[in-house]
């Protein structure tokens, strides 16, 4: 929108309210970059100067060489995209049955009221420690990740929506019970609708179980991956491929977090259109 049509649209200081928001983002983002970088040359500077063994520290630079090197080997996008996999269809099926789920638990007071202990002992449950029944159940592929990437998942989206859809101000319930709503109108009037800022909170905390769970799975049971990459690079103390895998986890679930946030900024969107 151009500087004439944007003052004929919003009064002088709403314009002048829009320019100071650009301007704190705009400084964020720059501070944002500059500690990361800030970090990094203090990082390199510190093993270059020896005043840390790069041998267990790695370096910026070092990290980016052993990515290049993954990347030469043509096995980079192949360890990136088996665990990408795996991370994106387990938080999809965590969050697509962990939703129902808790629904079902909204609409049955009685299976509510049955199942509830018995979630919160999962919850509670180091998912760590079904890692061998896992492997007797599903085997040593790509299917016992996945599911020990549903299982860390799915308990958090269940008990997060549940809280939601219980916490449906109840004047609003009481309004519509009072004007003869069923309670699949309810549900589909009042009690999703008002959940959503819950939804997408629930999605948030999901992306990074979801990762949790992907990494956990591969350090149990993996012939690829970066949870591979980090496992084989310890027991071989190639502790440049450790860093290179982190750093490469740290960018995607980054990404991964920052698509969920944009998902939520067209939602707030077209909710106030």
Known sequence: MKKGQLQKNFSSEHVLFLKK??????LVWALRIGVL??????????????????????????????IFGLYRDGVLFYHIGV???????????????????????WWSDLLREVLEPYIVVLNALPKIALGPLIIVWCGTGSKAIL???VLV???????????AFIATDKNKLLL?????????????????????????SMLKVAVGMAWIGSIMGEYIVSRAGLGYLIVYG????????????????CILAAGMYFLVALLEKLLVKNTEN
């Open 37 to 66: 970088l800030l970090v990094l040359a203090i990082w390199e500077l510190v093993t270059a100067l020896g005043w840390a063994d790069p041998f267990f520290m790695s370096s910026p630079s070092r990290i980016a060489r052993t």
């Open 21 to 26: 928001r650009r301007r704190r983002t705009a």
């Open 83 to 105: 665990t990408l996999w795996e991370t994106l269809a387990g938080f999809a099926i965590a969050v697509g049955l962990g939703y129902g789920i808790a629904l079902l638990l």
């Open 176 to 200: 519509l019970r009072s004007m003869g709503a069923s309670k699949w109108q309810i549900l589909t009037k009042l009690v999703v609708p008002s959940s959503l800022p819950s939804f997408i």
């Open 147 to 149: 599911f020990m990437t």
């Open 153 to 163: 998942g799915i308990i958090v989206a269940i008990l997060h929506m549940l809280s």
């Open 234 to 249: 310890g027991q071989v103390f190639k502790l440049d491929l450790v860093m290179s895998a982190t750093v490469i986890l």
